[in-house]
T-cell receptor, first 110, second 113 residues
Framework: RKEVEQDPGPFNVPEGATVAFNCTYS??????FFWYRQDCRKEPKLLMS???SGNEDGRFTAQLNRASQYISLLIRDSKLSDSATYLC???????????FGKGTLLTVNP | NAGVTQTPKFQVLKTGQSMTLQCAQD?????MYWYRQDPGMGLRLIYY???????DKGEVPNGYNVSRLNKREFSLRLESAAPSQTSVYFC????????????FGSGTQLSVL
């Protein structure tokens, strides 16, 4: 089983829609999780960290469910500029390795 | 405020040629990483260095070698390039144990003909 699995999409949504991505991880000892955003032909950039209590940053909400070993990202009121690939990341039990999911492609349409 | 600097940005090699990709970070991070990214495959870890003086294999280490030259620099070497190594390569660094994420360089687009 791959360490981090994501629905690859693509997700095509209209502006203003709410969209959610899920990601499952296999290492129950993993400590830290993140969501990254990657634009075409660019490097991945941190979108937000994921905390056990859940966290929100404007239109973005990230949640962690340790019992079921998944993390989620919710985007409300989608903007055209949200179009990108979203990557979930597991730092692993050793906290040294960063393991990426394959990414979920989101296209927000006018 | 450079962060992670990778060189070169683009490179074309012939099969069998060798080259070294350079990566340097100025954030005093202990851990550094090399990834490759191919269409449909996501980011795959080639090698990482948890701290200065240590290196470990990742998911796809075959055909590559690395050197953690000092705390700042982590290089990736292709001894005999193959077409299967055509990819985009990213270097990243982070400080483990802090809960803080990795910071990426802007990438190297490598084509092996």
């Amino acid at each position: 089983r791959k360490e981090v699995e994501q629905d690859p999409g693509p997700f095509n949504v209209p502006e203003g829609a709410t969209v959610a991505f899920n990601c499952t991880y296999s290492n129950s000892a993993s400590q830290s999780f993140f969501w990254y955003r990657q634009d075409c032909r660019k490097e991945p950039k941190l979108l937000m960290s994921v905390y056990s209590s859940g966290n929100e940053d404007g239109r973005f909400t990230a949640q962690l469910n340790r019992a079921s070993q998944y993390i989620s990202l919710l985007i409300r009121d989608s903007k055209l500029s949200d179009s990108a690939t979203y990557l979930c990341v597991d730092s692993g039990g050793s906290n040294y390795k960063l393991t990426f999911g394959k990414g979920t492609l989101l296209t927000v349409n006018p | 405020n450079a962060g992670v600097t990778q060189t070169p940005k683009f490179q074309v090699l012939k099969t069998g040629q060798s080259m070294t990709l350079q990566c340097a970070q100025d954030m005093n991070h202990n851990s550094m990483y090399w990834y490759r990214q191919d269409p449909g495959m996501g980011l795959r870890l080639i090698y990482y260095s948890a701290s200065e003086g240590t290196t470990d294999k990742g998911e796809v280490p075959n055909g590559y070698n690395v050197s953690r030259l000092n705390k700042r620099e982590f290089s990736l070497r292709l001894e005999s390039a193959a077409p299967s190594q055509t990819s985009v390569y990213f270097c990243a660094s982070r400080e483990p144990g802090t809960g803080l994420p990795g910071v990426f360089g802007s990438g190297t687009q490598l084509s092996v003909l």
